[in-house]
């Protein structure tokens, strides 16, 4: 079976903060994708980045890193020095090969205060 | 231009009326995709369209009728709808090639059946 698992529901940082967001999945698949993706409140979902399964190098744009786990079944995602714009739902998400369904994580909200 | 549009952004119909959501993208994509999203839940999958034809259909009801008249539209025809299809409907789409192409997702349609 597929799933993706975000356990934090919710997560309250101050401005300035480093803040990690975790998703484990599970597949038997060799070959899968792994996305991330930014809901603000304006209902948008934005790409963040694509990973394969074959790719385990971590990648950082700007603030944003992330950081692939293939051992423990990770693709985690830390925001550097977070700013209220960053305030949002953060969905991690995994899709197989021959198949255009994306299975969703449930989510994490992120709140940042000034 | 990287831009989904959806109209309308909001809308309110009663259980007898017929509506319809759209969505348009000038991207060249041959993959558009509608979801429903409820609230504090990540988005589900409703209907995939690959090159103007039906791919996917997740076994929704037939109140919802999807149509896909050329390349760069995509809507949702809805009738006789229930209180509980109350939602926000997100379209995407993506260059075919299924899951590894990340999708670009609209601003959604916010429905409220009364």
């Known amino acids: 079976a597929q799933k993706v698992t975000q356990a934090q529901t919710e997560i309250s940082v101050v401005e300035k903060e480093d803040v990690t967001l975790d998703c484990v999945y599970e597949t038997r698949d060799t070959t899968y994708y792994l996305f991330w993706y930014k809901q603000p409140p304006s209902g948008e979902l934005v790409f963040l980045i694509r990973r394969n399964s074959f790719d385990e190098q971590n990648e950082i744009s700007g603030r944003y890193s992330w950081n692939f786990q293939k051992s423990t079944s990770s693709f985690n995602f830390t925001i550097t020095a977070s700013q209220v714009v960053d305030s949002a739902v953060y969905f991690c998400a995994l899709s197989l090969t021959g198949t255009y369904k994306y299975i969703f994580g449930t989510g994490t909200r992120l709140k940042v205060l000034a | 231009d990287t831009e989904v549009t959806q109209t309308p952004k909001h809308l309110v119909m009663g259980m007898t009326n017929k509506k319809s959501l759209k969505c348009e993208q000038h991207?060249?994509?041959?993959?558009m995709y509608w979801y429903k999203q409820k609230a504090k839940k990540p988005p589900e999958l409703m209907f995939v369209?690959?090159?103007?034809?039906?791919?996917i259909n997740e076994s929704v009801p037939s109140r919802f009728s999807p149509e896909c008249p050329n390349s760069s539209l995509l809507n949702l025809h809805l009738h006789a709808l229930q209180p509980e299809d109350s939602a926000l409907y997100l379209c995407a789409s993506s260059q075919p090639g299924e899951s590894h192409n990340e999708q670009f997702f609209g601003p959604g349609t916010r429905l409220t059946v009364l």
């Open positions: 369209y690959s090159y103007e034809k039906l791919s």
């Open positions: 991207m060249g994509h041959r993959a």
